[in-house]
C-alpha cells in the first residue's frame, strides 16, 4: 500500500511539473516571476539568516503578496532548491490549506502585523505529505530543467550529420566559419 502511495506521488507530482512553463534557460526567479503573474500577485524572495532551529525555508501568504524566505547564508544551489520547493507549495495549492502560523511569521517577519499573514508554509517535517510533495516537484523542476538545457544546448541530429559532410569534405561548418584552415 507505501509504494502505490508513493507511487501515485511521484506520477501526479510529475504531471504537474510537466504542466509547467519553464524558462529556457533555467531561472528560478523568472520561474517565480511567472508564477506570481499567473496567481495576479506579487511573490517576494527573501534572503535570511540562518538560525538554528528554524527551517530554511518559508512560504508566508498575505492578503496581497506572497514571500518565500529562504536562508541567505548558503550555496546558490541550495538557495534555488529552498525557493523551488517554497514555491512548489504554491503550485501544489498548500498555501490554500496550511494552518496559520502567526508567530513563525512575526519572528522571520517583525515588520509584518500578524494580521495579515493568512499562512506560514516552513520545511520542518518532510514526513508531512505537502512537504513530501513540496519536495519532490521542487527536485523534477530541477531535473527537467537540466534535461532541458542539455537538449538545447546540443545541436539537433540533421545538423550534426551536416556539419560532419561538410567537414568531410572541406567545406566550413557553421561552427567553423571565419577559423582560417591549416
Do not use: K
Request: glycine residues 8%; aromatic residues 4%.
Amino acid at each position: 500500500m507505501r509504494r502505490d502511495r508513493s507511487l501515485g506521488l511521484w506520477h501526479r507530482c510529475q504531471r504537474t511539473v510537466d504542466e509547467l512553463d519553464l524558462p529556457n534557460p533555467f531561472d528560478a526567479t523568472v520561474l517565480i516571476g511567472t508564477l506570481a503573474g499567473a496567481r495576479g500577485r506579487p511573490i517576494e524572495l527573501i534572503p535570511v539568516a540562518s538560525r538554528p532551529g528554524t527551517p530554511c525555508g518559508v512560504l508566508v501568504t498575505t492578503h496581497r503578496t506572497d514571500y518565500i524566505l529562504y536562508a541567505g547564508d548558503t550555496t546558490a544551489l541550495h538557495q534555488q532548491h529552498i525557493v523551488l520547493h517554497e514555491a512548489a507549495h504554491i503550485i501544489c495549492g498548500h498555501h490554500e490549506s496550511a494552518p496559520a502560523v502567526a508567530a513563525a511569521a512575526q519572528t522571520l517577519l517583525p515588520h509584518l502585523p500578524a494580521s495579515l499573514v493568512q499562512r506560514v508554509l516552513g520545511r520542518t517535517v518532510y514526513a508531512e505529505p505537502q512537504e513530501q510533495e513540496a519536495e519532490l516537484v521542487a527536485s523534477l523542476i530541477l531535473t527537467r530543467a537540466t534535461r532541458l538545457a542539455r537538449t538545447s544546448a546540443a545541436p539537433a541530429p540533421a545538423d550534426l550529420q551536416e556539419s560532419r559532410v561538410q567537414r568531410l569534405f572541406g567545406a566550413p561548418g557553421r561552427r567553423s566559419e571565419g577559423r582560417s584552415r591549416g
